[in-house]
């Protein structure tokens, strides 16, 4: 946010060619402090560690940490018990069950608020019916589903996909219907008078010029998706790294909750990266 | 898309045309008859209800009483047969270039060798082919009119309706537009009906014109521009034009 405002000063205030390299140097010394916080901590986290003063199980020192991320991903895979979750070597297998899952639930999401969103925000009869129990719905905060869902769905797997499937709904609806019920009337009036037809207008002038709003839902979703895999994996599935850092949990292994942790992450950001390349090409020609 | 009407039926009728928004009459029986082929300039001061007059005969507006018969039919909505350009254009801001001219002519069902044809002959009359891949938001005003105009021209419409298509264009530019505009519909026997406060635009582009009167607006007069076809930047100094002009200019202000 401090970084767009200082730009637009900048660019503001300065005119011609010398305009690029003020802003250009503010940027990168911007970056350089992004990190310098990160290394701070990082490097507080190490050095406690090493003195004692924090270490012990509560808190194992960074390079342990490491050491089973390594294992986790690299490990030779034990034989363990029915039940048991393994823990060594079975990062890859933990990331996919839950990117999966994850995955599912967010395109079944997708479906839904997107074809609901474009009938919200095409239709005034739709939305008058509907507006207030959406609204009633969304109000209901976001874990206060899962108690019902547990129920309903079972511990677990049903649970899980439950919850992301609700998490993930709401913001692309809602950009959807938002996006679609502002769509500029002179648009539409074009579209008719170069003969587009009632009943295809939605895909030839309603979406894609909502499709700024939408992408913005789509991201936003995704990223509660993400969080909810969490949450629904603690209930008790078999697989995933939620499953893993439950069973860490179970047997005191903080180093393994950490890696977890991160996992979660470095995968959610990863996602969010290519779900936005994936889009940008949408969207160009609404990007300045 | 049905076939292109023959060329004598390419006109506009407009007859006993009211038009109120409340209280507030707009237009008061308006008569106007565009031959085919021919073009029409109706001028009026601001305000004076000239845009409620086009978006009328572009099927946007229901009028109150009287009838519109555009190209022989009867005018209830709008359609390709009588496009309408606006001030600000109407380019799609997600598509290309390429793919806001073959817009119109996609959705009539045409094959894609057919779309690229007419999108071609069009970037070429517009003096954009270079521009194909852009978006609308990297045209400059003037590109950005001349395509909004392709645009509707690709569905060969028989009626074209411009409303202060060069409003937002500084004077060279508009200048420039209107000689383009010209040749343009030289080499076609689109009928074409502009709505201007523009004297100079109306006298350069027009065969006829129609003088508007203050709201609730009539027709008040209609006089033959005696310009040959030939009209450009010089037409605007000849003493003729020039005469024309204040007379035109002194009755506009009037009302």
Redesign the interface.
């Known amino acids: 946010m401090s970084s767009t405002l200082t730009e637009n000063l900048t660019k503001g205030t300065a005119d011609g060619a010398a305009a690029g390299r003020p802003t250009l140097r503010i940027r990168r010394s911007r970056k350089w402090l992004g990190v310098l916080v990160p290394a701070v901590l990082f490097a507080l986290w190490a050095g406690l560690s090493g003195t004692g003063v924090v270490g012990g199980t509560l808190l194992p020192p960074p390079w342990e940490v490491l050491q089973s991320a390594v294992e986790f991903f690299t490990g030779e895979q034990l034989l363990t018990l029915p039940g048991v979750v393994p823990f060594a070597g079975a990062g890859p297998e933990h990331v996919a069950a839950s990117l999966w899952r994850c995955l599912v639930s967010y395109a079944a999401a997708v479906a839904v608020g997107l074809s609901v969103g474009l009938a919200l925000g095409l239709s005034r009869l739709f939305a008058d019916l509907l507006d207030p129990v959406l609204n009633g719905l969304r109000a209901v905060p976001l874990y206060a589903w899962l108690p019902i869902s547990l129920i309903w769905f079972g511990l677990g797997e049903g649970a899980a996909r439950a919850l992301i499937f609700i998490g993930a709904l709401w913001p692309v609806l809602i950009a959807t219907a938002d996006g679609v019920g502002r769509v500029p009337s002179?648009?539409i009036?074009?579209?008719?008078?170069?003969?587009?037809p009632r009943r295809?207008m939605w895909r030839?002038?309603y979406l894609?010029?909502a499709?700024p709003e939408i992408v913005t839902g789509l991201r936003l979703s995704l990223t509660l998706a993400w969080m909810c895999v969490i949450v629904g994996e603690l209930t008790g599935t078999a697989t995933g790294v939620g499953a893993m850092m439950n069973a860490a949990r179970e047997s005191g292994r903080i180093d393994q909750i950490i890696v977890g942790m991160l996992v979660f992450a470095v995968v959610g950001f990863v996602a969010d990266l290519v779900l936005r390349l994936v889009t940008r090409p949408w969207i160009?020609?609404?990007v300045t | 898309?049905t076939a292109a009407p023959p060329t004598e039926l390419r006109d506009v009728r407009v007859a006993g045309l009211r038009k109120s928004f409340g209280d507030l009459r707009v237009l008061d029986g308006i008569d106007i008859t565009v031959q085919p082929g021919e073009s029409y300039a109706v001028l009026g001061p601001s305000g004076c209800g000239k845009s409620t007059l086009l978006r009328v005969l572009?099927?946007?507006e229901q009028a109150d009483a009287g009838t519109v018969r555009i190209a022989g039919e009867e005018v209830t909505?709008?359609?390709?047969s009588h496009?309408?350009v606006?001030q600000?254009g109407?380019l799609?801001?997600?598509?290309t270039l390429r793919d806001n001219l073959g817009?119109?002519p996609k959705?009539?069902g045409r094959t894609k060798d057919e779309v690229d044809q007419i999108v071609d002959e069009l970037l070429v009359a517009t003096g954009l082919d270079g521009f194909a891949g852009a978006?609308p938001?990297e045209l400059s005003g003037g590109m950005g009119q001349r395509a909004a105009i392709a645009?509707?021209l690709a569905?060969r419409p028989p009626v074209l309706l411009l409303d202060e298509p060069f409003g937002a264009l500084d004077a060279q530019t508009r200048l420039r537009m209107h000689e383009w505009l010209r040749s343009l519909l030289a080499g076609r026997d689109t009928t074409c009906l502009i709505v201007t406060h523009d004297v100079d635009e109306a006298l350069l582009l027009a065969d006829r014109v129609g003088l508007l009167s203050a709201r609730p607006a009539t027709v008040v007069e209609e006089l033959v521009v005696p310009f040959g076809r030939d009209r450009g930047r010089r037409t605007l100094t000849e003493p003729e034009f020039v005469r024309l002009k204040a007379e035109v200019l002194e009755r506009v202000l009037i009302g």
């Open positions: 002179a648009h009036e074009a579209a008719r008078m170069l003969g587009v295809r030839r002038v894609p010029s499709l160009r020609w609404s | 898309m572009a099927g946007f909505g709008p359609s390709p496009g309408m606006s600000s109407s799609f801001p997600w598509l817009f119109g959705e009539s978006l938001r645009q509707v569905n």
